[in-house]
């Protein structure tokens, strides 16, 4: 665009991220305020679950505080202990590691495929030892990891599997809700997601054995579930537990951010869209690598849009130069295995050469559903005029 448009825009600014709230959301937060509920798995808590079972056929679902609490239930449902080992990517957020660890059991950190960031399937079966007892997998960017190769080693070795799906809602694989494959999966409704409650998540219980016990510790370690449903006449102390329940609060401003899913989705697409449409002759002259549609059988939810720079350097100069436009964008996760704690708990570095090299390039654009044409357009023509005079 010329120079007229680029002064316009200089009087906004482009954040990285920006929840989607209207007055539905307005609405049902005062409602929750007002109901003299505002302790978890009120009604609110219930209309959430019960959406999720009717739209995307997720059953056993826990609304959790975090996709983090989630993860961290897992491994106690688990019972994961020293000596035990868990297979997971080095690229991922901390708090995949953080449950296993915080269990007492070691990571094994697992490469990843370059055209989805996702844990290889084809190097898991080389790390399995006689310690291995899961492989918890994470659906970056939303597109779902090879499950039908996964969910095979698995059985094969007889040990579990954990999606953590923190930004995969609203993703499938082959017909299934990204989450319902394994014998658990782990959902993030943090600010930064596509439908958001400011901090909270869900624990989705795939693996019949583990519900009444993922019940009984999410509620503090008592029966609390089943005295609330009718079947016991008094709950009590059973199991070691926590409080994993977000208020009504939260579930309210949830409610309102799923009920308006089609809506939130559709805007995502279209931006995700445009940016791969209208970067593609950056791609096809070599001067970046887009994120690429998924072909493995999962569907895009458009959680984010990625590009990948040349190298480290060059990222740093694209986000140095977007920045002095007013558009912000982040980089995502320094690999786990490089961590100052990695290096304290690992007795050896793995050689990860596809999550190192990747990490270093890439860079994460605006995406969020109100984001207007105006500022996508903004965003795109910035990184052109990046190029133009770098090269």
């Keep these: 665009m010329g120079q007229c448009y680029n002064l316009i825009m200089k009087k906004f600014s482009i954040p990285f991220n920006k929840p989607s709230i209207t007055n539905k959301e307005k609405k049902y937060v005062l409602q929750a305020l007002y109901s003299n509920k505002l302790c978890g798995d009120g ?21 959790t505080t975090s996709c983090s609490s989630a993860l961290d239930m897992s491994a106690i449902l688990l019972d994961l202990k020293k000596g035990d080992e868990v297979i997971l990517p080095s690229y991922t957020f901390v708090s995949t590691a953080n449950a296993v660890v915080l269990r007492g059991a070691t990571p094994v950190f697992c490469d990843v495929e370059k055209d989805t960031m996702n844990i290889n399937a084809n190097l898991i079966e080389g790390l399995i030892t006689s310690k291995t007892k899961a492989i918890y997998v994470v659906h970056y960017a939303g597109v779902v990891c090879d499950m039908d190769k996964i969910m095979a080693i698995a059985k094969k070795h007889n040990i579990y599997v954990v999606e953590d799906a923190a930004q995969a809602v609203g993703s499938y694989y082959k017909g299934k809700a990204a989450g319902t494959i394994g014998d658990m999966g782990c959902y993030s409704f943090h600010e930064t997601k596509n439908y958001a409650m400011g901090e909270g998540g869900a624990l989705i219980v795939n693996n019949p054995k583990f519900l009444e016990r993922a019940e009984i510790i999410r509620e503090k370690g008592t029966n609390r579930s089943q005295f609330l449903r009718g079947q016991i006449d ?48 950056l791609e096809d002259k070599g001067l970046i690598e887009l994120e690429k549609e998924p072909v493995n059988g999962s569907t895009l939810n458009a959680h984010m849009f990625y590009v990948l720079a040349k190298d480290i350097e060059e990222r740093t100069q694209l986000i140095s130069y977007l920045k002095s436009k007013n558009i912000s964008t982040a980089f995502h996760y320094v690999p786990l295995h490089s961590a100052p704690f990695a290096k304290r708990i690992l007795k050896e570095m793995p050689d990860l050469p596809v999550t190192d090299s990747y990490s270093a390039r890439l860079l994460r654009l605006p995406m969020f559903a109100d984001l207007t044409n105006k500022e996508v357009e903004y965003v795109i023509n910035s990184i052109y005029e990046f190029y133009k005079e770098n090269r």
């Design 43 to 63: 009604a609110f808590t219930k209309k959430v679950n019960n959406l999720f079972k009717e739209k995307f056929n997720v059953n056993n679902f826990l609304l």
């Design 234 to 281: 008094k709950y009590t102390w059973q199991d070691a537990g926590s409080s994993f329940l977000p208020s009504e609060i939260l579930a309210a401003l949830l409610l309102a951010q799923l009920e308006r899913f089609d809506e939130i989705m559709a805007k995502r697409l279209n931006i995700w869209h445009t940016y791969h449409t209208q970067l593609k002759k």
